[in-house]
Nanobody, 126 residues
Framework: QVQLVESGGGLVQTGGSLRLSCTAS????????MSWFRQAPGKEREFVAG????????LLADAVKGRFTISRDNAKNTAFLQMNNLKFEDTAVYYC???????????????????WGQGTQVTVSS
């Protein structure tokens, strides 16, 4: 049974930083693409960042390029989202997601991921 557990959310001022973690269990972590999505109130869930099996394969949404970094530690079954220079519009519930099938392509639609964490709230005060 696959489980994803996020941590690291919180309240931060504009310009601040947070680091989210997502620890997975239940199958071989290194075989699957990991991504982060976010959902603000009244909005659809949107892709933020993804990382392939190979750590050199990453994809970031335009809204976060230059501010966010995604990484993974396969030895610890954990993916990370480093968020710097946070803006008010980054406020959302952040979810980590894992692809259902093995591979190295980062997909950007929520329906393309089969496993999800419970979400962690990130609130950026202006």
């Amino acid at each position: 049974q696959v489980q994803l557990v996020e941590s690291g959310g919180g309240l931060v001022q504009t310009g601040g930083s947070l680091r989210l973690s997502c620890t997975a269990s239940g199958r071989t972590f290194s075989n699957y693409v990991m991504s982060w999505f976010r959902q603000a109130p009244g909005k659809e869930r949107e892709f933020v960042a993804g990382i392939g099996r190979s750590t050199v394969s990453t994809l970031l949404a335009d809204a976060v390029k230059g501010r966010f970094t995604i990484s993974r530690d396969n030895a610890k079954n954990t993916a990370f989202l480093q968020m710097n220079n946070l803006k008010f519009e980054d406020t959302a519930v952040y979810y980590c997601a894992q692809r259902s099938t093995e591979g190295n392509i980062v997909y950007t639609f929520a329906w393309q991921y089969g496993y999800w964490g419970q979400g962690t709230q990130v609130t950026v005060s202006s």
